[in-house]
């Protein structure tokens, strides 16, 4: 496969180390994209192995793999376990996932993820849904306006902001990227306004796609489709979405911490695997999409502890 800027995997061979391939095992790679991870994943496997990938943006599905090895499911990760059971899987080896959004989606103006260019407020990954960043300009109350500039973007000023965008649009339809920059002009100091406005969008693209509840669903389904021993590749590039992936590793869960026994103990379903990886200076300078890229690998507990008897 010819690596264009869409297939330029970040952490491309640190991801895929991760999952430890077995010649023969069965792989999902949950964020397919460009393909390249998942071209990879496909070069190491022997001919016995099989690729699973999911992706709902149907601009992915032009980058299917002619392989019998791989089959791609148009669907959200976060029905992984009713779809590899669709497909008569019901354990795998190792999962990978890639957040956020791909180079393909931000370098096409008209998707509206990027604020390099003008382009009406969309954001959507799934095009067939029915949230977009134009309804939740446009629609949402103040305080929900506000409570999403406030958690996703991590913003001080949101709750101003927020008031901001209800006033003009009693007036004035806000319909494009660029109307919304001059709406919130006046939070846009010079000097940090490309980090602001990345902020606002994140945080609007965030509630268009309910990212943070597909990755927590998707997270919580992973103990139970992994092999023992199997493996999790997940790179995350906001703190957001690190700060989840870090404590259900950790805890398996995403707050407060697991019940322990009477000798202060507690069993998780999933331990870490070597420290946090970030790119180096060479891959930032070759791909900058990769400067804020995090990877944290996991591994399945081999076993479980059997419940003591009533």
């Known amino acids: 496969m010819e690596m264009t800027a869409y297939h330029n995997p970040v952490l491309l061979h640190e991801t895929v180390d991760g999952l430890a391939i077995k010649k023969d095992g069965v792989y999902v790679d949950v964020t397919f994209g460009g393909g390249g991870h998942s071209q990879e994943i496909l070069n190491r496997l022997g001919e016995n192995g099989k ?4 992706d709902q943006d149907k601009d992915a599905l032009d980058n299917a793999i002619d392989d019998p090895r791989f089959t791609l499911i148009h669907e959200n990760f976060r029905y992984i376990k009713r779809f590899l059971r669709f497909h008569g899987v019901k354990e795998v ?20 993820f990027s604020t390099r260019f003008e382009a009406n407020l969309d954001m959507r990954m799934n095009q067939n849904s029915q949230l977009s960043a134009y309804h939740v300009v446009n629609e949402y ?8 500039l406030s958690q996703y973007g991590e ?9 901001l965008i209800v006033e003009h649009r009693k007036n004035e339809v806000i319909k494009t990227s660029e109307q919304l920059k ?15 406005l990345a902020q606002i969008y994140q945080a609007i693209r965030i509630e268009v796609n309910q990212e943070i509840e597909a990755l927590k669903e998707f ?10 021993k199997g493996r999790l590749s997940l790179i995350s590039y906001h703190s957001l979405e690190d ?5 259900f590793i950790r805890n398996g869960l995403f707050e407060g911490e697991p ?20 790119p180096t200076k060479e891959e930032i300078k070759l791909n900058n999409r990769a400067r804020s890229a995090k990877l944290r690998i996991a591994e399945k507990a081999n076993s479980q502890k059997p419940k003591a008897k009533s």
């Open 51 to 54: 690729l699973y990938a999911f």
């Open 93 to 112: 080896d190792g999962i990978l996932a890639d957040f956020g959004v791909s180079s393909h989606q931000f370098d096409v103006a008209e998707r509206g």
């Open 141 to 148: 109350e103040e305080e929900q306006l506000r409570q999403v």
């Open 155 to 163: 913003l001080r000023a949101a709750p101003a902001m927020a008031r």
């Open 182 to 196: 001059k709406v919130l002009q006046k939070f846009l100091a010079p000097k940090h306004e490309n980090k602001i």
């Open 219 to 228: 997270l919580q389904q992973t103990p139970e489709i992994l092999k023992p």
């Open 243 to 247: 700060r989840l992936v870090k404590r």
């Open 259 to 278: 019940e322990r026994d009477v000798f202060g103990h507690f069993e998780v379903p999933l331990k870490k695997v070597g420290g946090l990886i970030v």
